[in-house]
Each structure stands twice: as structure tokens, then as C-alpha cells.
């Protein structure tokens, strides 16, 4: 069966008239890894208010 040689590690190349229309292979359910953002989180500097002060506030000075 094909399926059973694909999930052996086997690609199954499917043709019509010598071309080729469909591959059959097994899935690869390991995702690639993110590289560690620690280091540019770390880097990051914040300054000033806080974004949802500053947003109550704008709010606050329209409403006025």
C-alpha cells in the first residue's frame, strides 16, 4: 500500500503522461525551533509612560 511506504520514509511520485502531478511522503511533525529571544528582550529599554496610561489619558483629555 502507499501510504505504508510513505510512512516508511519512502516518496511515492504519482504521473500522468509523464509529468508529474502528485508526491505522496510522510509528514515532518517537528517544527522548527525559534531562536532564543532572551537576549534582545533584555535590550530593550522602555521609557516614558506606559501605553494604556497614555491611552486613558488621551481619552480622558478628547472627552473634556
Not at 516518496?11 to 517544527?31: C, P, T, Y
Not at 522548527?32 to 489619558?57: C, H
Request: glycine share 4%.
Amino acid at each position: 500500500m502507499l501510504i505504508n511506504k510513505a510512512l516508511r520514509g519512502e516518496e511515492i511520485l504519482i504521473s500522468r503522461h509523464g509529468k508529474q502531478v502528485a508526491r505522496i511522503q510522510q509528514v515532518n511533525h517537528k517544527r522548527p525551533r525559534l531562536p532564543d529571544q532572551t537576549a534582545l528582550r533584555k535590550s530593550i529599554k522602555i521609557s516614558g509612560a506606559s501605553l494604556s496610561k497614555t491611552v486613558i489619558r488621551n481619552r480622558l483629555k478628547e472627552r473634556s
